[in-house]
């Protein structure tokens, strides 16, 4: 959209445009094409000889079992958190947004965690889930009698990057469910218990229906997050490891590619990447038209 | 509330508590493992309360860490990615919003398309870039023939060689994400409620478009601003696989990546006490800015994100 007074100036736009289009010209629009055309290529590792193969990198990573698992993988440990992380968000905003008394020191202790980076909460929790010294691996040993080792057990391990992803992101759904129950108006919550429905019945039928499109927008950006942002923690806490049980799709360009140096595979990894990203972004906005509908 | 519920106001704040311990907690015990001496960390289980070795485990972890170097590089880093991206992307803003020229379309499309390219994606090519800004220009020469060209018409042996690599450079860690579609959209926005009079004065009285922005826009933003420094400051110290790419020297490393040569491995001496004081030194400047900065944070991120 173009304002109705505008400025006319021949050079000064393109001037104002500059720094940004520069930047992603060279490290977003360029990288992306290489990425893809890359996709087609299959190199030695020191990029000496490189042929044309068409989409032999895409059949081969596709027939491999590993890439499949690391799909799997993915799938769960995004699903999986974001779900978690979300549920203890608006569980958590539900009843602040209750509370009458202290109410910005609440706000306060439950957002600050938003500022800790994943690798720092990926430290944290290694620590607290330790096989020899954590207090939770020896809480579940003494109360449960379940050895607790993530060094060596592929789904402890995976529960381990699942906890610490989706604890880093509560604050994140705390702020956005405080945002979106804040603007359901005090009337109709009112009305319906003039009615007599209770706060619990209320809570499903008038709250959760009206903050379903924030429900929506924040499923679609914990997978985002889940996706791309855990890199910290995985490479912190596990390194894909024990036997590739946490090794999600992002860790395994960065371990293909960087580490492996299998250049082909890793940048058709991207590409996949970049389709599921696209995926992503289209649903994101699908919810966006949405929202615009209730707030009218 | 709406009525009165003793009963559910209890499970409210019983909920609550629980809910801010489980947030807390971790932190907590962070904190209580950085302050004891290396036999209480390491009994088990450890206990809960404060000890007194706070000083010489932070001390320890500053100097092992190397911190001092490594937090001024995540400062530097995370500074110049905020003022970056508030400048690159308010000056685009402008002018998709305040001037119409032939390729404003393409050019707000392509800032948007940015949103589904994350680094994450484009691992390998990137690092490529950075390792030759020029690589692309380069890389079009030669598509071109230029050389070939340029010795048909002079006759000399040529070759065009250009090379630059960030790699281990300050500009190298914050230039590739100094772009960002967020913020611009967030001033786009901005700007399109801003009244359309305020424009049309500013050209009767016959203030130039540069004079308009700094005199008019720059200061309406100011809150805008605020909120995208607190969101970006995070975002830059927080930054993990851009500079674990790109760093090799140690004098650039960033602090969230040192960090990870602190954790104790298996056959090490459990130092999680010094670990883990390490960790709280290095989340310090971002929680530091949410907490002070909180109502711009909260602000911040609503906005930015839809």
């Given at each position: 959209m173009l304002k109705r007074s505008y400025f006319s100036s021949t050079y000064l736009p393109y001037l104002l445009i500059l720094p940004q289009t520069l930047v992603i010209l060279t490290f977003?629009?360029?990288?992306?094409?290489?990425?893809?055309?890359?996709?087609?290529?299959?190199?030695?590792?020191?990029?000496?000889?490189?042929?044309?193969?068409?989409?032999d990198n895409f059949t081969r990573l596709f027939s491999n079992q590993l890439y499949w698992k690391s799909i799997g993988i993915t799938f769960f440990f995004s699903f999986s958190t974001a779900l978690l992380s979300i549920a203890t968000g608006l569980l958590v905003a539900a009843m602040a947004n209750r509370a009458l008394h202290a109410k910005a020191i609440i706000r306060t202790l439950l957002?600050?965690?938003?500022?800790i980076a994943p690798a720092i909460?990926?430290?944290?929790?290694?620590?607290?889930?330790?096989?020899?010294f954590g207090v939770i691996a020896f809480s579940v040993m003494r109360w449960f009698g379940i050895h607790w080792n993530p060094v060596l057990d592929g789904a402890d391990a995976l529960f381990l990057v699942i906890i610490a992803s989706a604890w880093k992101q509560i604050s994140y759904n705390f702020v956005f469910f405080i945002a979106g129950l804040q603007s359901i108006p005090k009337s109709l919550i009112e009305a319906a218990a003039i009615d007599g429905a209770s706060p619990l019945r209320r809570f499903r039928v008038i709250t959760l229906p009206l903050l379903s499109p924030t429900l929506f927008f924040l499923m679609v950006m914990n997978v985002v997050y889940a996706f791309?942002?855990?890199?910290?923690?995985?490479?912190?806490?596990?390194?894909?490891?024990?036997?590739?049980?946490?090794?999600?799709?992002?860790?395994?360009?960065?371990?293909?590619?960087?580490?492996?140096?299998?250049?082909?595979?890793?940048?058709a990894q991207s590409v996949v990447l970049m389709i599921v990203i696209v995926v992503l972004t289209a649903l994101q906005f699908k919810y966006v038209e949405k929202k615009v509908q209730y707030t009218g | 509330m709406v009525e009165k519920t003793p009963w559910l106001d209890?499970?409210?704040?019983?909920?609550?508590?629980?809910?801010?311990?489980?947030?807390?907690?971790?932190?907590f015990y962070t904190f209580v493992a950085a302050t004891l001496p290396l036999e209480e960390v390491a009994r088990i289980p450890m206990p809960l309360i404060p000890g007194d070795q706070l000083l010489v485990n932070l001390k320890t972890a500053?100097?092992?860490?190397?911190?001092?170097?490594?937090?001024?590089n995540s400062f530097i880093m995370a500074a110049g990615i905020t003022v970056g991206k508030i400048s690159v992307s308010m000056l685009a803003a402008y002018a998709i919003v305040y001037f119409d020229f032939r390729f404003r379309k393409i050019a707000f499309v392509s800032v948007f398309c940015t949103l589904m390219l994350p680094v994450e994606v484009r691992i390998l090519p990137t690092y490529e870039v950075t390792a030759n800004v020029f690589g692309p220009i380069q890389r079009i020469l030669e598509a071109f023939q230029v050389d070939t060209l340029i010795r048909f018409f002079t006759g000399n042996r040529f070759k065009i060689s250009i090379e630059l690599s960030l790699l281990d450079s300050y500009t190298g860690l914050i230039l590739p994400l100094v772009a960002s579609a967020t913020a611009t959209f967030l001033f786009r926005q901005f700007f399109l409620t801003i009244p359309e009079e305020l424009c049309e004065a500013a050209k009767i009285d016959g203030?130039?478009?540069?004079?308009?922005?700094?005199?008019?826009?720059?200061?309406?933003?100011?809150?805008?601003?605020?909120?995208?420094?607190?969101?970006?400051f995070v975002y830059g110290w927080n930054q993990y696989l851009w500079p674990l790419l790109i760093t090799t020297n140690p004098k650039m490393m960033t602090a969230v990546i040192g960090l990870k040569r602190l954790?104790?491995?298996?056959?090490?001496?459990?130092?999680?006490?010094?670990?883990?004081?390490?960790?709280?030194?290095v989340m310090m400047p971002p929680v530091m800015v949410v907490l002070f900065m909180q109502r711009w944070f909260v602000k911040g991120l609503v906005d930015a994100e839809k």
């Open positions: 977003f629009y360029w990288p992306a094409t290489q990425a893809l055309f890359q996709s087609f290529l299959l190199s030695d590792p020191f990029g000496v000889k490189t042929q044309f193969v068409w989409l957002v600050w965690p938003y500022a909460s990926g430290i944290v929790w290694l620590f607290l889930f330790h096989p020899s791309f942002e855990t890199f910290g923690i995985i490479h912190t806490v596990t390194q894909g490891g024990p036997g590739g049980a946490t090794m999600t799709m992002v860790y395994k360009v960065y371990k293909d590619g960087f580490v492996g140096l299998d250049l082909g595979s890793s940048a | 209890l499970l409210t704040y019983t909920l609550l508590i629980l809910g801010i311990a489980i947030v807390g907690f971790p932190i500053w100097i092992k860490g190397n911190l001092a170097t490594q937090m001024w203030a130039s478009p540069m004079k308009f922005f700094t005199k008019i826009l720059l200061p309406l933003s100011k809150t805008n601003i605020a909120a995208l420094i607190v969101i970006d954790i104790p491995q298996m056959d090490d001496l459990p130092t999680w006490n010094v670990a883990l004081a390490g960790a709280l030194i």
